[in-house]
């Protein structure tokens, strides 16, 4: 029999989930503060601590991190009704294995611990799995308490301090750079520097230049040797965005580097080795690229280590609301407008809206609806969005009926996590006409 390890403050809460978990079938102990949970969990017959955050003269954080001295294998799921970013983050980063909001979920609780229950299991049993996280926190990075953001808040907490190449998807507008610098300043490394190059707005010879950097007499106007980014971020993060817009050319290069940590500058012949862990962005499908041939499918393997996929906002409409706080705050201090008062009829056009441009087309609105207010009351008149009005309309036909086509079908099969079937029925279209059509566009599923 299991045992769990049940320490909150609350003696209510306590005995519900003692109750709860003796019918479930384990054998449940328990402790009203983290002093003495921490001497319990010491014990090699505790297979499980729930863990709440607020516990007195030694809080939950405290309590995990002595637990986590004393038995690093020992799962900890923290439970607390501070259900944000920040304390998520810090548990996982912890040490904590999952992390729960109050009220407690029961049925949650149940598919929670089995799951870890059974994690063990495997692990025991020699099969290969990977399911620890050890995330920082950076406070204002990112904002939102859905379970899609929840994931992503997990997937930085496990990758955050490791040098593993990460590559981050998401339509335009996710905040594919946020993420990137979460990454970072929640890392052991967010002292050193992260340095930031969109690929695309610069071309190719410029970017090499950008990136590697060049000796002096390189090339016309090369006045002077100039170090590249690789360099300037040495020990701390490079992120590359839109990463499908880059060159043949400077795809061998990055490979190169991503092989062997090392590159030249142009015009130079000295090899420069740089410790700098490299995460890439892109809205694109790679996979879809790599097989029309105009990505380098060996550079796309290497950039795939860990893959974090950014959820858009129609996905974590959850969110919203708490979005329009921020973002209202963020644009008074920045306005010094006060527009703080959202009216209902407001709040349901924002949460009607789809948000083709996510995150960023929110932020975007809403200044420009602060902007525009008279008074502190947000008014829907205020709020343009895009697709309501005719340019926004005109901007979209004007792409090739192919193109069109191709980025729409790419969305669906995204949305739908390659399943074909469902895809086919969303399109209004056969089976065997999406496999045309995949064929053709050269849309297949990524390799896992």
Same mark, same amino acid.
């Given at each position: 029999m299991k045992t769990i390890l049940i320490a909150d403050d609350d003696a209510a809460i306590r005995r519900t989930l003692e109750l709860h978990l003796c019918e479930e079938g384990y054998s449940v102990v328990t402790a009203a503060n983290g002093r003495v949970a921490v001497d319990i969990a010491a014990e090699s017959r505790i297979d499980l601590v729930l863990l709440d955050l607020r516990l007195g003269v030694m809080d939950g954080f405290e309590a995990l991190r002595l637990m986590k001295e004393h038995?690093?294998?020992?799962?900890?799921?923290?439970?607390?009704?501070?259900?944000?970013?920040?304390?998520?983050?810090?548990?996982?980063?912890?040490?904590a294995i999952d992390h729960l909001g109050k009220p407690v979920d029961l049925d949650l609780l149940d598919k929670v611990i089995t799951r870890i229950f059974q994690m063990s299991a495997l692990s025991k049993s020699g099969v290969a799995f990977c399911d620890s996280l050890?995330?920082?926190?950076?406070?204002?990075?990112?904002?939102?308490?859905?379970?899609?953001?929840?994931?992503?808040?997990?997937?930085?907490?496990?990758?955050?301090?490791?040098?593993?190449?990460?590559?981050?998807?998401?339509?335009?507008?996710?905040?594919?750079?946020m993420v990137a610098r979460a990454l970072h300043f929640n890392s052991s490394f967010r002292n050193r520097p992260f340095v930031a190059v969109a690929c695309s707005s610069l071309a190719p010879t410029v970017l090499e230049s950008e990136l590697f950097g060049h000796e002096k007499g390189?090339?016309?106007?090369?006045?002077?040797?100039?170090?590249?980014?690789?360099?300037?971020?040495?020990?701390?993060?490079?992120?590359?965005?839109?990463?499908?817009?880059?060159?043949?050319?400077?795809?061998?290069?990055?490979?190169?580097?991503?092989?062997?940590?090392?590159?030249?500058?142009?015009?130079?012949?000295?090899?420069?080795?740089?410790?700098?862990?490299?995460?890439?962005?892109?809205?694109?499908?790679?996979?879809?690229?790599?097989?029309?041939?105009?990505?380098?499918?060996?550079?796309y393997y290497r950039l795939n280590v860990v893959t974090l996929d950014l959820p858009p906002l129609?996905? @974590?409409?959850?969110?919203?609301?708490? +979005? %329009?706080?921020?973002? /209202?705050?963020?644009?008074?201090? $920045?306005?010094?407008? !006060? =527009?703080?008062?959202?009216?209902?009829?407001?709040?349901?056009?924002?949460?009607?809206?789809?948000?083709?441009?996510?995150?960023?087309?929110?932020?975007?609105?809403?200044?420009?609806?602060?902007?525009?207010?008279?008074?502190?009351?947000?008014?829907?008149?205020?709020?343009?969005?895009?697709?309501? @009005?005719?340019?926004?309309?005109?901007? +979209? %036909?004007?792409?090739? /009926?192919?193109?069109?086509?191709? $980025?729409?079908?790419? !969305? =669906?099969?995204?949305?739908?996590?390659?399943?074909k079937k469902k895809a086919a029925e969303i399109l209004g279209i056969s089976r065997p006409t999406l496999d045309r059509r995949l064929k053709e566009y050269g849309l297949e599923e990524p390799a896992t």
């Open positions: 038995r690093a294998e020992l799962p900890v799921v923290m439970i607390t009704a501070y259900d944000d970013m920040q304390t998520a983050i810090e548990a996982i980063r912890l040490g050890d995330p920082p926190f950076e406070p204002n990075i990112m904002v939102g308490r859905s379970l899609a953001m929840k994931e992503v808040y997990k997937v930085i907490g496990a990758v955050a301090d490791s040098r593993a190449t990460v590559l981050i998807q998401g339509e335009s507008g996710t905040g594919k750079e390189a090339f016309t106007g090369a006045y002077r040797t100039k170090p590249g980014k690789f360099e300037l971020a040495q020990g701390g993060t490079l992120f590359l965005d839109e990463i499908s817009e880059v060159s043949q050319e400077i795809q061998v290069k990055l490979l190169r580097f991503l092989q062997e940590r090392e590159f030249e500058r142009v015009g130079g012949v000295e090899t420069i080795k740089a410790d700098v862990r490299v995460v890439a962005a892109t809205n694109k499908g790679l996979a879809g690229l790599v097989a029309a041939g105009e990505f380098r499918q060996d550079l129609r996905e @974590r409409k959850d969110d919203i609301v708490l +979005l %329009v706080r921020f973002f /209202l705050g963020k644009i008074r201090q $920045e306005t010094g407008k !006060n =527009v703080d008062v959202v009216p209902q009829e407001t709040l349901d056009l924002i949460l009607s809206h789809s948000w083709p441009g996510n995150v960023r087309e929110l932020e975007n609105a809403l200044r420009r609806a602060v902007l525009l207010s008279r008074s502190n009351v947000l008014l829907p008149e205020y709020l343009h969005l895009w697709g309501g @009005r005719e340019e926004g309309r005109l901007a +979209l %036909v004007m792409k090739p /009926l192919h193109v069109v086509e191709r $980025e729409h079908i790419e !969305n =669906v099969l995204m949305y739908t996590s390659y399943e």
